[in-house]
Every structure is written in structure tokens, then in C-alpha cells.
């Protein structure tokens, strides 16, 4: 009977997308490279592409939040909607929501 409560409540009661933070460059190179994004506004097909393309070449923090449902992880969708990913003063950040225009944005502090 939990069997059947948990496939249930698994699949039918989906929980929303939990944030995630790294601080591991390998992990993060990992993770960023099952992301791809459609929709609206900024698309790519593999997120650490474009992150090197920033200039993110060895990215030591990735913080990723929310749920969008144009993006995907490992070609399962949703996944999650907003991407901090930091090496050193480098910040590349991409933001989106269901049924907004997805942006991304670089920048370097001093």
C-alpha cells in the first residue's frame, strides 16, 4: 500500500525543481553541459558552451534556481530556470521564467 502511495504521490503530485549550488569546477562542467535551453529569448543547445564562451573556463560556484519548462536536463524537462555560474570576478548569469523572455547577461567586478 506506501508502494502505491509513493507512485502515486511521485507521479501525479510533482514536486517543483529544488535549488542547487556547487563549488566542484569538474561537477559544474558536468552539470552545465546536460542543460539546454528553447523558448523564448536566449537558446543554446549545451549552457557550458556559453559558458565559456563568457570567458568561464575552470567555473568554481554554480548556483541554479526556479522552474522552467522550456529548459532541460539530461533531454528531460523541466529544469531549472535560473543559472549563476562564477569563476573568480567572471559572473554569467541566465534568467528565466514560464512565459517570460529568457535572458543572459556577463560581468566582470573589479
Known amino acids: 500500500m506506501i ?3 509513493y507512485s502515486i504521490n511521485f507521479f501525479y503530485f510533482k514536486k517543483p525543481m529544488q535549488p542547487i549550488e556547487m563549488n566542484n569546477p569538474a561537477q559544474i562542467e558536468e552539470f552545465l553541459s546536460k542543460i539546454s535551453l528553447a523558448g523564448k529569448g536566449f537558446t543554446t543547445e549545451c549552457l557550458l558552451m556559453d559558458a565559456y564562451d563568457a570567458g568561464l573556463d575552470y567555473p568554481d560556484y554554480l ?7 522550456n529548459a532541460s536536463f539530461e533531454g528531460k524537462s523541466p529544469a531549472w530556470a535560473k543559472y549563476h555560474v562564477r569563476q573568480g570576478k567572471r559572473v554569467f548569469m541566465v534568467y528565466g521564467e514560464k512565459e517570460k523572455e529568457r535572458r543572459a547577461h556577463f560581468s566582470e567586478t573589479p
Open 63 to 69: 548556483k541554479a534556481e526556479g522552474e522552467d519548462p
Open 3 to 5: 508502494d502505491i502511495l
